[in-house]
C-alpha cells in the first residue's frame, strides 16, 4: 500500500501542470494512503505542520470540511499545538 501511495505521488508531482486535472487527486490519494497506512508517514507530515504554519491551517481547513473517515486520518497528523488551540476555540 505505501509503495502505491508513493507511486501516486511521484505521478501527481508528474502531472500536476497538464491541463487534464490529474495531478492534485493523486497527490492527495498519496498523501491519505500514507499516513492512513504508515506510522513514519504520520510523523512526517506531523512535523511539516508544525514547521510550516500555513500548511497546518490548510490541512485543519480540510479536516473541517471533509467526511468522517478522512478527518479522522487527517487529524492523526495534528501537531500538539494545532490540537491545544482547536481545544480553546471551542465553545464547551
Known amino acids: 500500500m ?6 501516486c505521488l511521484t505521478v501527481g508531482l508528474a502531472t500536476i501542470w497538464l491541463p ?6 493523486l497527490l492527495s490519494l498519496g498523501a491519505f494512503l500514507i499516513i492512513a497506512n504508515s506510522r513514519t508517514g504520520r510523523r512526517w507530515v506531523r512535523r511539516l505542520r ?5 500548511l497546518d491551517y490548510a ?7 471533509t467526511g468522517n473517515t ?5 487529524k ?3 501537531p500538539l499545538m494545532t490540537r491545544h488551540r482547536k481545544k480553546s476555540q471551542d465553545p464547551a
Open 2 to 7: 505505501v509503495g502505491f501511495s508513493i507511486l
Open 20 to 25: 487534464i486535472p490529474t495531478g492534485v487527486p
Open 70 to 74: 478522512f478527518s479522522r486520518v487527517l
Open 50 to 54: 508544525k514547521k510550516l504554519d500555513w
Open 59 to 65: 490541512i485543519s481547513w480540510v479536516e473541517e470540511r
Open 76 to 78: 492523526t497528523t495534528r
